[in-house]
């Protein structure tokens, strides 16, 4: 099991990034949440931002390495609330990432780009 808690330490989260994606985040996101496993350690986070009471836009999710292809992405993924539209962008080259959100209802919205990269946007609709 994975239990999801506030994180507000704008430092303790710089470090869980760079952890994960191997650099300093650019953006501190106002929303971060730390996954614990039966443990009591950090496994990984999901960070965004709220557009509105009803709206979140996931900036970044991650979990550690030392804990990765063990499911916990898709643990975190299903502790989405239905009350809530999602929306997030990723790199088209992510497939991995792509797919789970495939699975977890999320539907292609569009394509952006930014600076050389192409990004899928994708969004989950509230189902409340």
């Not at 430092?11 to 443990?39: C, M, S, W």
Request: hydrophobic letters at 35%.
């Amino acid at each position: 099991m994975i239990t999801l808690e506030p994180l507000n330490d704008p430092q303790e989260y710089a470090k869980l990034h760079e952890l994960v994606f191997n650099r300093t985040p650019e953006i501190i996101p106002t929303d971060v949440a730390v996954g614990r496993n039966d443990n009591g350690d950090i496994v990984g986070f999901i960070s965004g931002f709220w557009n509105s009471h009803d709206s979140f836009s996931i900036q970044w999710a991650g979990v550690l390495p030392e804990y990765q292809k063990s499911g916990y992405l898709r643990y975190f993924g299903s502790l989405l609330n239905s009350d809530t539209t999602y929306d997030v962008s990723v790199e088209n080259t992510n497939t991995v990432t792509i797919k789970l959100l495939l699975s977890l209802g999320f539907i292609p919205i569009g394509m952006i780009v930014q600076g050389q990269k192409l990004y899928v946007q994708l969004k989950r609709e509230k189902h409340g």
